[in-house]
């Protein structure tokens, strides 16, 4: 790891990310919304269930970086403003995704947090323009990339001179085919030992399947993740995108009802 320089852990010091008031890296974060942005309906009737259960950001994509051209790309800025609405109304912050770099100057005049999606992770321009957003970035990690290369993209936007960068697994694609990727908890403690900034998970993502969402949501607290971003839509059939991960909001509900628990205790553990 010889060329990284600021993202590296040297005292025991960890990154703080405050987005409104909340402190990633400190107190445990639940990001939760749909894949997309569909209708205003969608948005506030995911944004009060999420709220109600306990998250603390809303996500939503306006612009969708899709593997088929012809798949649903978005809704652009008409979808940013319903986001802006939800905002209004519950108060939670918003994590949205940015895909071009010409759109990231006004795109985060919407986002609390901009998003940087696994396929864009290495898109080095728009890091830069992140960089000098001085918006909070999640930084997803690359699908093929290895520990060290996700590091220098984070590199690249603390060194345009942005600190506020949270990482996030949301898995890698391996010989498996019955998940959707492979998620690397490993990832948590190695990122851990290796830098000072923020980490979460993405279990929607990483298996691709309802069933496993829950249990690798109490994995990532046990591996001692900042948090999650989860998938959850107010009416899983009828999403534009990735219909067959999201949870309802009542399955979210219950989940919640066990993560946060989990976590106080394990916080109440000796340390060593
Ligand atoms: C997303 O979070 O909606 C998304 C597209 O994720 P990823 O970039 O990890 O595939
Ligand atoms: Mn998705």
Redesign the pocket.
């Given at each position: 790891m010889k060329n990284l320089k600021l993202v590296v852990r040297e005292t025991i010091q960890s990154t703080v990310v405050n987005v409104s008031g909340i402190e990633v890296g400190k107190d445990f974060v639940v990001i939760a919304g749909p894949?997309?942005v569909e209708s205003e309906k969608q948005i506030l009737e995911t944004a009060r269930a999420v709220k109600a259960a306990g998250a603390n950001m809303l996500?939503g994509?306006a612009f969708?970086?899709r593997t088929s051209p012809y798949s649903f790309q978005g809704m652009g800025i008409r979808g940013l403003k319903i986001l802006e609405k939800a905002k209004q109304e519950t108060g939670l912050p918003i994590v949205t995704?940015v895909v071009d770099p010409r759109d990231v100057s006004w795109v985060a005049e919407f986002a609390d947090v901009l998003?940087i999606?696994?396929?864009n992770m290495q898109n080095f321009s728009l890091l830069k323009e992140v960089g000098n957003s001085g918006r909070p970035v999640l930084l997803?990690r690359g699908?093929y990339s290895t520990l060290e290369e996700w590091l220098n993209c984070a590199e690249y936007i603390l060194s345009e001179g942005n600190p506020d960068v949270i990482l996030?697994e949301?898995?890698i694609r391996t010989f498996e085919t019955y998940t959707r990727n492979t998620l690397d908890l490993s990832a948590v403690p190695a990122i851990k030992e290796l830098s000072h900034l923020p980490i979460i998970i993405?279990p929607?993502?990483s298996t691709g399947r309802l069933s496993l969402i829950a249990s690798m949501s109490m994995a990532s607290v046990a591996a001692g993740a900042d948090g999650i971003?989860v998938?959850v839509h107010s009416n899983p059939e009828e999403a534009l995108c990735?219909a067959e991960q999201a949870l309802t909001p009542d399955i979210f509900s219950k989940m919640m009802k066990r993560l946060r628990p989990l976590k106080s205790f394990l916080n109440n553990l000796p340390t060593d």
């Open positions: 894949c997309s996500r994509g969708k970086p995704e998003q999606g696994t396929r997803k699908m996030c949301r898995g993405d929607t993502h971003i998938e990735d």
